[in-house]
């Protein structure tokens, strides 16, 4: 019932930046947080950054180098990421969590994008 479709990825040298976006679309009442997570190879899927309508929070290892923002008119999530290094190589996918309605019912969701690719090379 939501899609979430993501954009932004790509090969980078390190100390370089990119943007990630993540588009919501469907039925959609409300949205609770919107996030980033990552999963490198051969590891689990961690959390980048979150935000919520109260503030934010990032993973230790990204503080300081990237920024999650969020155009509630757009349902979009963006992650800025600045500073690149090569450890943070891996495919990156946005969550969304909230409340979808067919107007007579409403339901809790929790929706993940496909993945975008991000290479950053030494």
């Known amino acids: 019932q939501v899609q979430l479709v993501e954009s932004g990825g790509g090969l980078v040298q390190a100390g370089g930046s990119l943007r990630l976006s993540c588009a919501a679309s469907?039925?959609?009442?409300?949205?609770?947080?919107m996030g980033w997570y990552r999963q490198g190879p051969g590891k689990q899927r961690d959390l980048v950054a979150r935000?919520?309508?109260?503030?934010?929070n990032y993973a230790a290892s990204v503080k300081g180098r990237f920024t999650i923002s969020r155009d509630n008119a757009k349902n979009t999530v963006y992650l800025q990421m600045n500073s690149l290094k090569p450890e943070d190589t891996a495919v990156y996918y946005c969550?969304?969590?909230?409340?979808?309605?067919?107007?007579?019912?409403?339901?809790?969701?929790?929706?993940w994008g496909q993945g975008t690719q991000v290479t950053v090379s030494s």
């Open positions: 469907g039925s959609i009442f409300s949205i609770n947080v």
């Open positions: 935000i919520f309508s109260s503030g934010t």
């Open positions: 969550n969304v969590k909230g409340i979808v309605t067919n107007y007579t019912h409403r339901a809790d969701f929790s929706s």
